[in-house]
């Protein structure tokens, strides 16, 4: 059956320092993968796109890579700060969209 | 402030209600969706227009009625819901991509539409 796994339900970590959180993912092959930033009570923000032909995307503080070979995005929110906190979703585009149940990022001061 | 507007934020109803929620979005775009979220859960799609017509239904109870008027708007009429039902519901619109499968590109979402059933 189809899977996708953020395997750290939250994520906490020092201001300042790198976070990386993962997504893996089986019986897919996904046109591409896109991460989202969900706060409490709101809709997903679009952060990234990463297409299956690319290794790594980079926009400000955030680099996404993606490897078909392990079925796996890595998602890196560098000089982390407390306003990064919040829920990261992965999603996988076939012929539609699906999520993963997202990790929980917090970032203490 | 996102682009997606959806009517109304709360809605409390029982299970002999009908109502209706709502979406609007004015980007041109022509993939709307809803999405279903209960709590500390990932958003499960529920339904998808393409181009006005409906083009996924993910097994839905029949309860769950979408409308796509046009291709500024879409509805999802409730009706007989059951309090397991109580969730936050998201809209979201996308371009569909250049790949030429259909698939969408960003999506871009309401600020979602918290429903109680009691």
């Known amino acids: 059956s189809q899977k996708i796994e953020q395997n750290s339900e939250a994520l906490n970590i020092q201001e300042g320092k790198t976070a990386t959180l993962t997504c893996n993912y089986t019986n897919y092959s996904p046109a591409y993968l896109q991460w989202y930033r969900q706060d409490p009570g709101r809709g997903p923000v679009f952060l990234l796109l990463?297409?299956?032909?690319?290794k790594e995307k980079r926009k400000e503080r955030l680099k996404v890579t993606f490897d078909t070979t392990l079925k796996q995005s890595l998602f890196h929110i560098t000089a982390s700060q407390p306003a990064d906190s919040a829920t990261y979703l992965c999603a996988l585009v076939d012929n539609d969209m699906r999520f993963g149940a997202g990790t929980r990022l917090t970032v203490k001061p | 402030d996102t682009e997606v507007t959806q009517t109304p934020k709360h809605l409390v109803m029982g299970m002999t209600n009908k109502k209706s929620l709502k979406c609007e979005q004015h980007m041109g775009h022509r993939a709307m969706y809803w999405y279903k979220q209960k709590a500390k859960k990932p958003p499960e799609l529920m339904f998808v227009?393409?181009?006005?017509?409906?083009?996924i239904n993910e097994s839905v109870p029949s309860r769950f009625s979408p409308e796509c008027p046009n291709s500024s708007l879409l509805n999802l009429h409730l009706h007989a819901l059951q309090p397991e039902d109580s969730a936050l519901y998201l809209c979201a619109s996308s371009r569909l991509s250049s790949l030429g499968r259909g698939v969408p590109g960003e999506l871009f979402f309401g600020e979602g539409s918290r429903l109680t059933v009691l």
């Open positions: 990463i297409r299956e032909n690319e």
């Open positions: 227009y393409s181009y006005e017509k409906l083009s």
